[in-house]
């Protein structure tokens, strides 16, 4: 099964909106990453939150980590129909173990 | 370009077949990941590999196996082929397979169709 699930399962916004996805985990984790995924290719990194972190920003995404609901959020702001694309996010199963497990993502369309 | 670099990008083959997937990692990182990803399953981890050694499995087919040369670059060799198998094929690399991690760069992909 799935370590991390994100919600919703599609998305599809205006451009100029704000677009927010979440994560939701199972087991305690050391860190959490989000991907983007462009239809048919390979998935690109976002960013990292940590563990011991809450909030982290990086230009228009914002992404918020609460470890005691074991769940994340990714805000994008002002979205552009660039950001059209999967996002994913990717939990370890903390511990000794540091292999990121993926969600079935969420589908964004952002329409110009 | 992520600097992870996969060959072939489409590839075609009949069932019971073998091919061989290749992956060169970005410069300077030592692993190698190995992921499946399909419709139906998503994207599953099939296997690890560091600076030449495996460190991890995961959803990985008997079927499958995978190796890590010298140089780092990295083959995924799929036997005995089945319509099931077919997905994109991932390989992604990083710099340090601890628990700070570091963020994972994926290659392009890829697409194996068995028919």
């Known amino acids: 099964s799935q370590q991390g699930e994100e919600d919703p399962q599609a998305l599809s916004i205006q451009e100029g909106e704000n677009a927010t996805m979440n994560c939701s985990y199972k087991t305690s984790i050391n860190n959490l990453q989000w991907y983007r995924q462009n239809s048919g290719r390979g998935l690109v990194h976002l960013i990292l939150i940590r563990s011991n972190e809450r909030e982290k920003h990086s230009g228009r995404l914002r992404v918020t980590l609460d470890t005691s609901k074991k769940s994340s959020s990714l805000l994008i702001t002002a979205s552009r129909a660039a950001d059209t694309a999967s996002y994913f996010c990717a939990t370890d199963a903390g511990g000794g173990s540091y292999i990121p497990t993926f969600g079935r993502g969420t589908s964004l369309i952002v329409h110009p | 370009d992520s600097g992870v670099t996969q060959t072939p990008k489409h590839l075609i083959t009949a069932t019971g077949q073998r091919v061989t997937l290749r992956c060169s990692p970005r410069s300077g990182d030592l692993s190698v990941y190995w992921y499946q990803q399909s419709l139906d399953q998503g994207l599953q981890f099939l296997i690890h590999?560091?600076?030449?050694?495996?460190?991890a499995k995961g959803n990985i087919l008997e079927r499958f196996s995978a190796q890590q040369f010298p140089d780092l670059h990295s083959e995924l060799n799929l036997s005995s082929l089945e319509l099931g198998d077919s997905a994109l094929y991932f390989c992604?690399?990083?710099?340090?397979?601890?628990?700070f991690g570091y963020g994972y760069t994926f290659g392009s992909g890829t697409r194996l169709t068995v028919v």
């Open positions: 590999y560091y600076n030449g050694e495996e460190r």
């Open positions: 992604a690399s990083s710099v340090d397979p601890t628990r």
